[in-house]
């Protein structure tokens, strides 16, 4: 309003609601964390200065949950008011121990094993506060009564609250607690908590099969129901727990073994005896006059016992009519004390064995130690397996959480339970827990930062002469002849092969066992019940190697680029759960493809395929202990494609990209570009040029050297668009910018993978009566990610721009006469960077669309760039470039780049790469953890062989049992060292967390 005197009154913000206050039992669960042990109890005596003070408890909390960073050394803390958050916080400031405070340390997350109790732990009214309270778990116990409802003539809550004879009558309670432990168990799921391993005590083992996936819970529900009306009319009996071994029991047993039984062997020291009750007290008297103690059990029959073979053939009819399904999540069997995948519960005797034979609990818990689960959670209404396993670990560091306990309100103990998984490194949904809840983030204390001072020396740059030619940064992969050295050994081992449909896999492991392997065959779908039959095998039965050709199932070209696109997350997503299964196995994933290599031409290239391509080299820098290697066969092959493939497993060598065809083994090498055309493409001043990505940095810095170039109109795409050109930012100043050299700009917001939008885009250029002459696809996103930690959706995310965008362009461009056809790649689908597999597989994928532009005689280059100075993902990512700098990767600048980008946007190559790198300073640290041939052009010369030095002198002299102690010891004073940090390190923390 120029020239005009206005006043604009705004209204005062409507008050914030009052905070909401936890449910009476609940209270309240904070959670804490630090990057050491003493910054944790700082931020402990913060945290306990600001609930002091607090009105809005519950909020604080939920802000520790939601809005901080979980580090390592971790406490949770749990209270009822905030004066006992306070006293809990300020003890544990203290370092002492406190009452509501549970402390750990996540180096790693544990593993985790579910325990469904048996019968005898119910009580009167168990779980009503968590009916009342939790969405979740009160949709569960709606789901079983409507099922139980019909089945035991009552509705369920009458049973487990109003009545309270009911709960201990056994034809209820079985039905009754298998239907809490099921919603206990949806209950921890929503929150997060997903466990490696289930197992349960008897009737528990319903609710475990059911929580595996073994059984429908409609079905299961009611075979429980019909098992506990069975079991009700049978006559009672007598069962006791006995403090001593089985083989004593056992001997006592065996002059009644028809009146009296072993029901359980609990502990190694904790025998159940189950039958008649005038035989159990006699031989209790017995066991007493030898001094052996003894407790009588409050259950209403003789489980596990010959008083229940009345009832067995009536038992195994009803669960006949159960369908199963293997599990999904690996089992401990009750019977034998030994992992499932589920098959076992498919035969129906299995339940009439599960009534009558001793249940297996301390064989259970043992299995489960032994695959290395170091926590275990009770799902049941009161902690009874908890006790048994602290018996059975025998000293072993273990974590026992219960869910809930008789006698605590249900709400406060589940908290306690989460602030314990939390602080041994359990990762929870935060907002689950607080769902219903009009919760909001407040103010929290900041973290205390353990300061402490650190002198740098500048690093010393090597001198370089002011004229370094750019055409000394271009690169590109060759794949040229190598011939395989003769295996040093037949493959051997046993392997597990992931099938595909055409048939390789199958032909693979017939080769395999020709050559005296062991080879197990398997759909991807049944990956994770083959991986809890293998996992923890020892010596000749380990699994030696993964060979995944599932791949291969993917095809080439799609008839359109959703379904090529859909085809391409799948295979990627597949790729990733591979790579946890390797590292479950400890074994080398080898993955294999056909066409995904460009060491092939005149094949059709399969996008989905390359795009494991950039995954695979990532894999490989993260976990180079469990890479295999990529392996590209070229289409059509011969019938020795299953032996070629045995003898490359077998090679005694360290390529790991490797491409085997008709024309013999290729391997892929970097080399430096042989000659780049002289002048940059020429522009059209009467054609238009598209830039989709075209707001960030490479997309405005291109924007600009097209504006140079002569082109006189440009459509600039990006995901929100410019809705203000006159307004701030970097965007509409680089918009104005070009307007003033005269360029007629057009800004479009669109999502580059929405053909539909992107068709409305290029119609509307069409109808301005300027032809398209040229695409420049710059659009991308980066949140970078470990394999480790990756999820699919940050995967997706990364695929839809790169990948999708490019099919998308492809499609709608393919009958224009573009001049050219530039997709900004990166170097990370060549050589690799830590955290970024799904951009790498993503870039990898926009790769190939173009190799197949270039097959089908269509314009298309893909640049793998470096790190550019101040634009592209290395400067989006926080460190990235940092990072990079240190390993001799020095970032383009923006200038010689886009004189690179004109020279290579009619490049021959399709696919140059483009870095500047010290690689007398790459290769060691790109080496470090194995060879990579790839770069083997450009390694230093060897040095000479290190002279003996006074601390390999003292190695020599000390003895061997001292020898690892003084290699940790020296390992740790370098590592201080190069950190300019002051000893001791804390040695079990990952040398990146470090600093390194």
């Given at each position: ?172 309670t079985q039905p009754a607690l298998v239907a809490l432990e099921w919603a206990l168990w949806e209950l921890w799921r929503a929150w997060g908590v997903e466990p490696d391993y289930l197992a349960g005590h008897s009737v528990g083992e319903f609710a475990a099969a059911a929580a595996a996936g073994v059984f429908r819970l409609e079905d299961c529900l009611a075979l429980v129901a019909e098992r506990g009306r069975l079991m009700q009319a049978l006559p009672g009996g007598l069962m006791a727990s006995v403090e001593a071994e ?81 599990a999904r999540i690996p089992l401990v069997l009750n019977l034998t004390g030994a992992l499932s995948d589920g098959s076992d519960l498919a035969d129906p005797s299995y339940f009439r064995r599960h009534a009558r034979e001793p249940v297996q609990f301390a064989g259970t818990v043992e299995e489960l130690l032994r695959r290395g ?624």
């Open positions: 309003m120029g020239g005009t005197n206005a006043h604009v009154i705004v209204e005062e913000a409507p008050g914030a609601p009052a905070p909401e206050e936890p449910s009476e039992g609940r209270g309240y669960v904070l959670a804490l964390s630090a990057k050491s042990e003493e910054a944790l109890l700082a931020l402990a005596e913060r945290y306990a200065d600001r609930c002091a003070e607090a009105a809005d408890l519950a909020d604080l909390c939920y802000t520790s949950q939601v809005a901080r960073t979980h580090f390592e050394h971790r406490l949770g803390a749990t209270a009822r008011s905030s004066e006992g958050l306070v006293r809990a916080l300020r003890e544990a400031a203290r370092g002492s121990e406190a009452a509501g405070v549970a402390r750990g340390r996540a180096v790693e997350r544990p593993r985790i094993a579910f325990l469904f109790s048996g019968q005898g732990a119910q009580y009167w009214r168990m779980g009503r506060e968590l009916d009342r309270e939790e969405r979740v778990f009160r949709a569960a116990l709606d789901r079983c009564d409507a099922v139980l409802r019909p089945l035991l003539g009552r509705p369920l809550r009458s049973i487990l609250y109003d009545d309270g004879g009911l709960i201990d009558q056994t034809a209820y089985a083989a004593l029991v056992a001997a006592m047993v065996e002059t009644r073994r028809d009146t009296v039984a072993i029901a359980a062997l609990n502990a190694p020291r904790q025998t159940v005896i189950s039958g008649s009750a005038p035989e159990v007290r006699q031989l209790l008297e017995a066991l007493a006059a030898d001094g052996v103690r003894s407790r009588i059990l409050s259950v209403s029959h003789a489980f596990h016992s010959s008083l229940m073979a009345p009832v067995l053939d009536d038992i195994e009819a009803a669960a006949r009519r159960l369908p199963a399904s293997p689960v170091s926590l275990f959670v009770e799902i049941g209404p009161h902690p009874v397996l908890l006790g048994l396993v602290a018996e059975c670990a025998a000293g072993a560091a273990v974590d026992l959480v219960p869910t809930l306990r008789r006698g605590r309100e249900d709400l406060e103990e589940i908290g306690a339970g989460v602030a314990r998984l939390y602080s041994q490194g359990v990762n929870f949904c935060w907002e689950s827990l607080h769902e219903g809840k009009a919760r909001r983030r407040v103010a929290a204390p900041t973290y205390p930062f353990q300061r402490e001072r650190h002198w740098r020396e500048p690093a010393r740059r090597p001198d370089r002469t002011p004229e370094t030619r750019t055409e000394e940064w271009v690169y590109r992969v060759e794949w040229v002849e190598a011939v395989r050295s003769p295996a040093s050994t037949e493959p051997g081992g046993r392997w597990l092969i992931v099938e595909d449909r055409l048939g390789v896999g199958r032909e693979l492991a017939g080769a395999l066992e020709r050559g005296g392997c062991a080879a197990v065959r398997i759909r991807p779908g049944e990956l994770d019940t083959m991986v809890s039959r293998l996992e923890g095998l020892q010596g000749a039965d380990r699994c030696r190697g993964i060979v995944s050709l599932a791949a291969l199932d993917a095809g080439a070209a799609g008839p359109d680029p959703a379904g090529e696109y859909d085809t391409l997350v799948e295979t990627t997503t597949g790729a990733l759960h591979l790579a946890r299964v390797a590292a479950r196995l400890a074994a080398p994933l080898w993955l294999v493809t056909s066409g995904g290599a460009a060491a092939w031409d005149g094949v059709e290239v399969s996008v989905a395929q390359a795009a494991l391509w950039g995954f695979g080299r990532v894999l490989g820098l993260e976990h180079p202990e469990t890479w295999g290697g990529l392996i590209d066969l070229e289409p059509d092959m011969p019938e020795r494609m299953a032996d070629l493939l045995r003898e490359e497993l077998g090679a005694s060598t360290v390529e790991d990209q490797v491409a085997l065809g008709v024309s013999g083994r290729r391997v892929a090498r970097l080399a430096r570009a042989p000659g780049l055309p002289a002048a940059p493409i020429p522009l059209r001043s009467d054609g238009v040029y598209l830039i989709t990505g075209g707001l960030g940095g490479l997309g405005l810095a291109s924007a600009r050297w097209l504006a140079e170039q002569g082109a006189r109109r440009l459509a600039l795409c990006g995901r929100r668009g410019l809705p203000e050109r006159s307004g701030g930012g970097a965007p509409a100043e680089a918009v104005r910018a070009l307007e003033a050299l005269g360029v007629d700009v057009r800004v479009f917001s669109a999502d580059v993978s929405d053909e539909a939008a992107m068709a409305r885009i290029l119609a509307d250029i069409e109808r301005e009566g300027s032809p398209l002459c040229g695409v420049v696809h710059c659009a991308g996103v980066a949140e970078p990610s470990p394999v480790a930690e990756l999820r699919r959706e940050t995967l997706e995310a990364a695929l839809r721009p790169k990948a999708a965008g490019s099919l998308v362009l492809d499609r709608l461009t393919r009958g224009l006469n573009l001049d050219f056809f530039v997709t900004s790649s990166s170097i990370a689908s060549v050589l690799g960077s830590a955290r970024a597999a799904h951009y790498a597989a993503a870039n990898a994928a926009m790769d190939s669309i173009v190799r197949r532009r270039r097959a089908r005689a269509l314009p298309g280059v893909s640049i793998h760039w470096g790190p550019w100075a101040g634009a592209g993902m290395a400067t989006a990512i926080a460190g990235t470039r940092e990072w990079l700098a240190t390993l001799g990767v020095e970032p383009l600048p923006p200038a010689a780049a886009l004189d690179l980008f004109g020279r290579l946007a009619a490049s021959p190559d399709p696919e140059p790469v483009v870095v500047r790198i010290d690689w007398s300073r790459f290769q060691p640290v790109y080496e470090a953890r194995r060879r990579r041939p790839l770069i083997s052009a450009f390694a230093p010369a060897s040095a000479e062989a290190a002279l003996p030095t006074s601390f390999s002198r003292r190695l020599a002299e000390v003895a061997p049992g001292e020898r690892a102690a003084l290699v940790r010891g020296h390992v740790a004073q370098a590592t201080a060292r190069v950190l300019g940090a002051e000893p001791p390190l804390d040695v079990d923390r990952p040398l990146r967390d470090l600093g390194l």
